[in-house]
C-alpha cells in the first residue's frame, strides 16, 4: 500500500493515536522515513500533543475547574451555552484548516535548496530551457563551461529546475540574477558563450 502526503496529512492524528489499521501504518511509516515534509508534520503535530498533554504546562489553582463550571453554568443561559460551544468548535476548525494550509502551501510545497550558499533565481524566464546535472546544484544555459559533471545533463525549463532546488550559475545566467538587475548590470550575452 502507497500513501500520498494528503493521505499522511489526513491520518496523522489517527496515526499518533494508534487508531490506524497496521497496513495503513506500515504504509505511512514508509512514507514518513522517505519525505522530509511529513516527517515534519508529524514531528510538529507529535510535540503539540506532548506540550498540551503535560500538566506542568499550566498549573490551574485547586478548585478552579470546579468554580469555572458553575461561574459559566450561571452567567450563561442554556442557548447562550450551545452556541458559544459552537462558535468555539467553528473558531477551532478555520484556526487548524488555516494553519495546515499555510503549512502546506508555504513551507512544504518547494524543496529546499540545493546549494546553502545560493542567491535565488531572481529573474529567469520560466519556459527557458536550461541544462542541469543530476548531482549538481545549479542550472546552465547550454554550452556554459562551468558545468561540472557532463556525464548527466538533462535539459528542462527553469521552472522545473527552480522547483526541484536548483539555482542558476552565477556565470552563465549573470544577467538574470537580483542582484545584477538590481545594480544595471545587465550582461546581453554571457562572456563565456560569446566566444563560442
Known amino acids: 500500500m502507497v500513501v500520498s502526503c494528503e493521505q499522511v496529512w489526513q ?14 501504518r506500515a504504509a505511512i511509516d ?13 514531528d510538529g503535530v507529535r510535540n503539540v500533543m506532548q506540550l498540551y498533554a503535560d ?5 490551574l489553582p485547586l478548585g478552579f475547574s470546579r468554580r469555572l463550571h458553575r461561574r459559566l453554568e450561571g452567567e ?21 484548516a488555516g494553519a495546515f494550509e499555510a503549512a502546506r502551501s508555504s513551507v512544504f510545497s518547494r524543496p529546499g535548496l540545493r ?5 535565488a533565481s531572481g529573474h529567469v524566464p520560466p519556459d527557458m530551457l536550461v541544462v542541469v546535472a543530476e548531482n549538481g546544484k545549479t542550472f546552465h544555459v547550454s554550452g ?28 552563465c545566467m549573470k544577467k538574470y540574477l ?6 544595471g548590470a545587465v550582461d546581453p550575452a554571457p562572456p563565456d558563450l560569446a566566444r563560442s
Not at 512514507?31 to 515534509?37: D, F, N
Not at 450563561?76 to 487548524?96: D, I, P
Not at 537580483?178 to 545594480?183: D, I, K, M, Q, V
Open 144 to 171: 556554459c563551461r562551468f558545468i561540472h559533471d557532463q556525464r548527466s545533463l538533462r535539459t528542462i525549463p527553469a521552472r522545473e529546475a527552480i522547483e526541484e532546488g536548483y539555482v542558476p550559475c552565477v556565470r
Open 55 to 59: 500538566e506542568r504546562m499550566l498549573e
Open 178 to 183: 537580483e542582484s545584477g538587475a538590481r545594480l
Open 115 to 119: 546549494s546553502q550558499h545560493a542567491r
Open 30 to 42: 514508509q512514507h514518513v522515513r522517505g519525505c522530509r515534509c511529513c516527517a515534519a508534520v508529524m
Open 76 to 96: 450563561l443561559g442554556g442557548t447562550r451555552r450551545s452556541f458559544f460551544g459552537w462558535m468555539a468548535a467553528a473558531a477551532v476548525s478555520v484556526l487548524a
Open 11 to 24: 491520518e496523522v492524528s489517527n496515526y499518533l493515536d494508534a487508531e490506524v489499521e497496521p497496513e495503513l
